[in-house]
T-cell receptor, first 117, second 119 residues
Framework: GAVVSQHPSRVICKSGTSVKIECRSL??????MFWYRQFPKQSLMLMAT?????????EQGVEKDKFLINHASLTLSTLTVTSAHPEDSSFYIC?????????????FGEGSWLTVV | AQKITQTQPGMFVQEKEAVTLDCTYD???????LFWYKQPSSGEMIFLIYQGSYDQQNATEGRYSLNFQKARKSANLVISASQLGDSAMYFCAMTLSFISSGSARQLTFGSGTQLTVLP
């Protein structure tokens, strides 16, 4: 079964509004959460890294005030896209890091397709 | 900084045939892990196989095997007996350090290879 749950899977929002994406680790405690973004026909690019209870670290070129990340517990991290614009339309996917459930595996959420109109 | 290179934007294979997807990597760190993920059109990232830098044997998972050539810094994915459901985007990725110790870092991805299995 799924070990990472991400919601919503698809969201359409109006330009200027904010959207919150949730990522839950179901079977283990995620001390670290990675958030990636994937534009159409491109690869996954790391946006930010968050550790439970502390501020997120953002990759170069990612606006921390636009992409708010909260990692308040070991099982939940949220990404909020504030004042969304059409260029923010993308696939967002989380990847928690903790004690692996089995073997050497890095898990991902199901991903969230964001369309800003 | 580490880098992953996938030189095949698209590949075609006949159903039931084997196919090799290429991946080369570059890192100066001696400890790293290599992954292959399958991404269907739905977007989810499906873990296929993992190879640690100190693993002596090539990893295998069912129809998937990883041809790990450390000196050449390559980690090619071999899919045997291709099925129509194998049609998807495939990503090679790398993390530094070992995930089994809980100390892995973020994944660096290649640009991906779109595999199409023909009936």
């Amino acid at each position: 079964g799924a070990v990472v749950s991400q919601h919503p899977s698809r969201v359409i929002c109006k330009s200027g509004t904010s959207v919150k994406i949730e990522c839950r680790s179901l079977d283990f405690q995620a001390t670290t959460m990675f958030w990636y973004r994937q534009f159409p026909k491109q690869s996954l690019m790391l946006m930010a890294t968050s550790n439970e209870g502390s501020k997120a670290t953002y990759e170069q070129g990612v606006e921390k005030d636009k992409f708010l990340i909260n990692h308040a517990s070991l099982t939940l991290s949220t990404l909020t896209v504030t004042s969304a614009h059409p260029e923010d339309s993308s696939f967002y996917i989380c990847s928690p890091l903790g004690q692996p459930k089995e073997g050497n595996t890095i898990y991902f959420g199901e991903g969230s397709w964001l369309t800003v109109v | 900084a580490q880098k992953i290179t996938q030189t095949q934007p698209g590949m075609f294979v006949q159903e039931k045939e084997a196919v090799t997807l290429d991946c080369t990597y570059d890192t100066s760190d001696p400890s790293y892990g290599l992954f292959w993920y399958k991404q269907p059109s739905s977007g989810e990232m499906i873990f296929l196989i993992y190879q640690g830098s100190y693993d002596q044997q090539n990893a295998t998972e069912g129809r998937y095997s990883l041809n790990f050539q450390k000196a050449r810094k390559s980690a090619n994915l071999v899919i045997s007996a291709s099925q129509l459901g194998d049609s998807a985007m495939y990503f090679c990725a790398m993390t530094l350090s070992f995930i089994s110790s809980g100390s892995a870092r973020q994944l660096t991805f290649g640009s991906g290879t779109q595999l199409t299995v023909l009936p």
